[in-house]
Each structure stands twice: as structure tokens, then as C-alpha cells.
């Protein structure tokens, strides 16, 4: 699977968590949870110096803001819904940017 694929992957992973946890956070936590493990494999096989800048730098700060996700996802986010839109927000611009890579 090449790296577009992996980030179109994690994309929709992303977007599928933020669903589950808009509609029930604490019903599909386990669900939401073993996503995310998923999502993490997908990160830790992606080749990132094959990237361009211009997508790097979007990767750079989707792993940032991805790791204050899932620390708040394995304590229970103080407010679900604007953790989901934060999940399924970078969903989207993953979806979009990955044109760039």
C-alpha cells in the first residue's frame, strides 16, 4: 500500500471516530478505541521523506494535534462532540491535501 493510500486510510478512520463519538462517545469507545490503534499502525508504516514539503508540513501538525487526540480519547474528551469535530476536521483535511503528496 503506498503512502497516499495509508493518509486516504487514516483519513477515513479519522472521520468514522469522529461519526461514532459524535452520535456516542461512551457506547462506542471501544470501537473508537480499537481505531485508533489501527490508525496508529498506518503512521508508524508511512514513509514521511518521501513526502513533499508542502504536505509534510501538513503531516507535521496532523501528528501533533493526532496525538492530543488520542491521549484525550483514552481518558474520555471532556466534551465529545468538539473532539469529534476535531477528528473528523482533520479527516477532511487529510482527505483534501493529500492531492500534494
Not at 45 to 72: A, C, G, Q, R, W
Request: without cysteine; charged residues 25%.
Amino acid at each position: 500500500m503506498d503512502n497516499k493510500a495509508k493518509i486516504l486510510d487514516i483519513a477515513m478512520n479519522l472521520n468514522r471516530i469522529g461519526n461514532w463519538a459524535a452520535d456516542d462517545y461512551v457506547g462506542k469507545r471501544k470501537r473508537i478505541n480499537s481505531f485508533l490503534d489501527q490508525t496508529n499502525d498506518y503512521i508508524s508504516s508511512i514513509d514521511v521523506n518521501s513526502f513533499k514539503t508542502s504536505f509534510k508540513n501538513t503531516y507535521d501538525k496532523f501528528l501533533l494535534e493526532y496525538s492530543k487526540l488520542e491521549k484525550e480519547a483514552k481518558t474520555g474528551p471532556a466534551n465529545s462532540l468538539f473532539w469529534a469535530e476535531k477528528a473528523m476536521t482533520w479527516g477532511n483535511i487529510l482527505t483534501h491535501r493529500s492531492t500534494t503528496i
